[in-house]
C-alpha cells in the first residue's frame, strides 16, 4: 500500500521532475527554482503535497530549507530503479538532469548553491 501511496504522491509531472532532481542531491526551492524553470510558487506547494505523502523532508539551515526523499521513499528499491529509468528517457527529466550538472559545477564545499544565495553572500 506505501508503493500505491508513493506513485499517487509523484503524479503530476512537476512533482515528478522535483523528485527525479531530488534522486541526485538535496536541494532548496531556490535551486530547483534554477534548475526547472518553474515558478517558485509552485514549486513550494509541490513540495508541500510531497511532505505530506512522505515522499520527501526538509532539512532547516538557517532561514533555507534543504528538500530530501525520506528512507521510507528511497527504501522502494523498484520504483527508484524506474525512477532513475524515466530519467533517461523522459526528454523533460532528462533536460532537468543536464540542469542539474550545470548547476553542480557552481557548489563550493559540496553544498549546492542558488544564485540567490550567492547574491546574498557578496
Excluded at 534522486?23 to 505530506?52: G, P
Aim: charged fraction near 30%; include cysteine.
Amino acid at each position: 500500500m506505501k508503493s500505491l501511496n508513493h506513485l499517487k504522491g509523484i503524479s503530476n509531472n512537476t512533482k515528478l521532475r522535483l523528485v527525479s532532481l531530488l534522486l541526485e542531491n538535496e536541494l532548496c526551492v531556490c535551486e530547483l527554482e534554477e534548475i526547472t524553470h518553474i515558478r517558485q510558487a509552485n514549486i513550494s506547494k509541490n513540495l508541500i503535497s510531497l511532505k505530506d505523502s512522505g515522499i520527501v523532508d526538509v532539512r532547516r539551515d538557517k532561514q533555507r530549507g534543504f528538500y530530501f526523499l525520506t528512507e521510507s521513499f528511497l527504501s522502494n528499491v523498484h520504483l527508484m530503479s524506474h525512477l532513475r529509468e524515466l530519467k533517461l528517457k523522459e526528454p523533460q527529466l532528462e533536460k532537468d538532469f543536464q540542469e542539474f550538472l550545470k548547476h553542480e559545477e557552481v557548489k563550493d564545499e559540496n553544498i549546492y548553491v542558488c544564485s540567490a544565495y550567492r547574491n546574498e553572500a557578496s
